[in-house]
């Protein structure tokens, strides 16, 4: 036996339901079968091979899903490995089938990269099958199973298809025209090949199944000629962009070109796509020319390459370059010709690797018909997989392969949760579809935790705003959530006290209570310390006025209660020590002489109240100046005035309803006289 090469090509393959791999398989291990004797030899149908393949818990198939052109990719098997295999299996197992001796000694052992595989795949009966051979890997690849299991479209979604002419009698494309316009063309297939990849019936037991699945096509021809001698097929640019301008102006909101050239300027194509309409155009066979460059920048246009069953595009020799915004299967693949109602073949090129991304962009357009041409491309461009060999075209090949499975699932993708949230708790956001590999973002005011489908989500001060999470998607955001934040209530502090003594009886204590956060709906005051009965209480919201009459050592509590969106509460208290010194002075006048020397009228008092003072200047004071202030109930001073006239008039017709204090106070004498004034304006 010779020894085994150790050489792994490194290569990322996806397998969905849909082709008939488990999602169990972690990898494959292809090897390929010597020349035989017999050429008629299938190592699946030698019994030696299948019990070897028993013995090590491996599945061996026939690469039969290669292309048919090539007879030697026969050779190929799969051994097919789960998971749960270790790497010393592995490497037991490919020694005992290379000692066979009926295999080459160079063993590929290929990386599968899976992503969230949908519960329920959708599968179709269309065969998919020439010569014997299915090919049904283009649709595996960009995981339409999945696609479909979100949407499969509507025929009210049209798919404009510019180009030549269309079989409209095909068994596979007859109900699915919508329309067909343009000049008589020469007959040449193109059309109706490009329009099988994009739309065909599907699931009807015939032929092909196309991406597009329930969308239709609205075709316009473009006049052409073929060369009789190369069976070149050319067109002349404006007759390309007359077919592009009349499916737009018609209303359709996706249309495809494939062909290298498009005859439009740039600001047509911004016309065009500003206005609602997707352009998808294929990226050209040759490498070395540069397509679309005019308009390749305009936001909703997409320029598609491709790549084979491989998942590789430097086989392919297409184009790529800095116009390429990504690349689907274009090689080999099954299409409808014109050759009669039930013609089928292989065909390649990039004109067969756009339609698979405008049959994708119409299943988006289905689910969220509100997305712009420019958000349907961040779309397709932010959920594509790698491409084998796309390191070897570093920026020429766009972002990658076509995913139409993440990409309808981003297109689909919600998020749900509160729409308003509480400071200081956390609430749950979810996202309906999620794409693996997308990443959650949030404004600056907000806590954001955990990833995937589920995440928790936090207002990160106590202060009311907007915010908003997001998903992202190749750094491009695909859906946003606004949230309204509301603050919860939190105590800050009270203030005070303020002493004013409005009479000779009392003092009266005023306090503010402080929050931060929500503003309080209601304030609870409690006082303890001070008996029942022994003071007064005026309250106000965040302020209340107390009334004592001594000195008293109390707590002063308060409760905060805030309704709405966030029902919250908060507490706090002080200790206040109030002491005799903080009492009012004796300097009043005795009761019986303030009855003898100060009387006003009326009480209660309408605008002006009359000031009389008696026999000051005999018994007490020579040349008096008196100073005259207003007093409320909470010692707050409303309203001052002098005078020397012992015949006074004060207006007080400007004060609210209620109790007052007229305190008269002398200079020169330091006495105060105080009457009790009731205003009733």
Not at 479 to 506: A, E, K, Q
Not at 573 to 598: H, T
Request: with cysteine; aromatic share 10%.
């Amino acid at each position: 036996m010779k020894k085994m090469k150790k050489f792994i090509l490194s290569i990322i393959i996806l397998f969905a339901t849909y082709s008939g791999y488990s999602q169990e398989l972690d990898y494959v291990v292809k090897i390929k079968l010597k020349p035989q004797s017999d050429k008629n030899y299938v190592a699946t149908e030698d019994a030696k091979m299948m019990q070897l393949a028993s013995k090590h818990g491996v599945t061996m198939k026939q690469s039969w899903w290669l292309p048919s052109t090539n007879p030697e990719l026969y050779l190929y098997y799969d051994l097919r490995v789960k998971g749960s295999t270790s790497k010393e299996s592995k490497e037991n197992f490919i020694k005992d089938f290379l000692a066979t001796g009926k295999f080459e000694d160079e063993v590929y052992e290929y990386e599968i990269a899976y992503h969230t595989a949908c519960p329920n795949p959708v599968t179709v009966n269309d065969p998919h099958t020439l010569n014997g051979v299915s090919h049904t890997w283009p649709l595996t690849m960009i995981e339409a199973g999945c696609a479909w299991s979100i949407t499969t479209g509507s025929s009210s979604v049209l798919i404009g298809i510019a180009d030549t002419d269309f079989r409209m009698t095909h068994e596979d494309l007859s109900s699915k025209f919508a329309s067909v316009s343009g000049p008589t063309s020469a007959g040449f297939t193109h059309g109706t090949m490009v329009s099988s990849v994009a739309a065909a019936a599907t699931n009807n037991g015939k032929g092909v199944a196309s991406i597009g699945y329930n969308s239709k096509i609205a075709a316009h021809r473009i006049k052409h000629d073929i060369d009789p001698i190369t069976g070149k097929v050319t067109a002349s640019t404006s007759d390309i962009k007359t077919a592009i301008m009349n499916l737009h102006q018609s209303g359709v909101k996706i249309i495809n070109v494939s062909w290298s050239g498009t005859g439009l300027s740039q600001q047509e194509a911004q016309t065009i796509t500003q206005s609602g309409t997707t352009l998808v155009v294929s990226g050209g066979n040759d490498n070395l020319q540069y397509y679309h460059s005019p308009i390749a920048n305009v936001a909703g246009v997409i320029v598609v390459s491709a790549v084979n069953i491989l998942n590789q595009h430097g086989p392919t020799n297409f184009a790529h370059n800095q116009y390429i915004d990504l690349c689907a299967p274009g090689w080999d693949i099954m299409v409808a010709k014109n050759l009669s109602d039930n013609s089928y073949d292989l065909a390649s090129g990039t004109s067969f690797a756009a339609p698979f991304v405008a049959g994708t962009v119409a299943l988006i357009k289905n689910l969220n018909p509100a997305l712009t041409p420019a958000q349907i491309e961040q779309i397709i461009k932010a959920t594509t997989d790698p491409i084998a060999d796309g390191g070897s075209y570093q920026g020429q090949l766009g972002t990658g392969r076509l995913n139409a499975y993440k990409a309808v699932s981003a297109a689909a993708m919600d998020i749900t949760g509160p729409s308003s949230i509480c400071y200081g708790s956390s609430y749950t956001f979810s996202a309906s579809n999620f794409v693996a590999g997308c990443t959650w973002d949030k404004s600056s005011n907000l806590n954001l935790s955990g990833s995937g489908n589920t995440v928790s989500v936090s207002a990160s001060s106590n202060s009311s705003g907007n915010g908003w999470v997001s998903i992202n998607c190749g750094g491009v955001e695909l859906v946003r959530y606004n949230i309204t934040i509301y603050p919860i209530l939190v105590f800050s502090s009270i203030t005070g006290p303020i002493i004013n003594s409005p009479s000779r009886d009392s003092t009266f204590l005023t306090f503010y209570a402080n929050f931060t956060g929500a503003v309080p709906t209601i304030y609870n005051w409690t006082i303890i310390g001070i008996p029942s009965g022994s003071y007064s209480t005026y309250t106000n919201g965040n302020l209340i006025v107390i009334g004592v009459t001594q000195p008293w050592n109390f707590e002063l509590h308060v409760t905060g209660y805030t309704y709405g969106v966030c029902n919250s509460s908060a507490s706090g208290y002080i200790n206040v020590n109030f002491s005799k010194g903080m009492m009012p002075r004796q300097n009043y006048i005795e009761d019986e002489l303030e009855e003898e020397y100060l009387s006003i009228y009326p009480n209660p008092v309408v605008g002006v109240l009359n000031i009389e003072i008696h026999n000051i200047n005999q018994k007490i004071l020579v040349n008096p100046t008196f100073n005259f202030r207003i007093y409320d109930s909470f010692g707050s001073l409303k309203l001052q005035t002098s005078s020397q006239n012992s015949n006074s008039q004060i207006n007080l017709g400007n004060l609210r309803n209620g109790i007052y204090f007229l305190h008269v106070y002398d200079e020169s004498s330091r006495k105060i006289m105080t009457k009790k004034i009731i205003v009733n304006n």
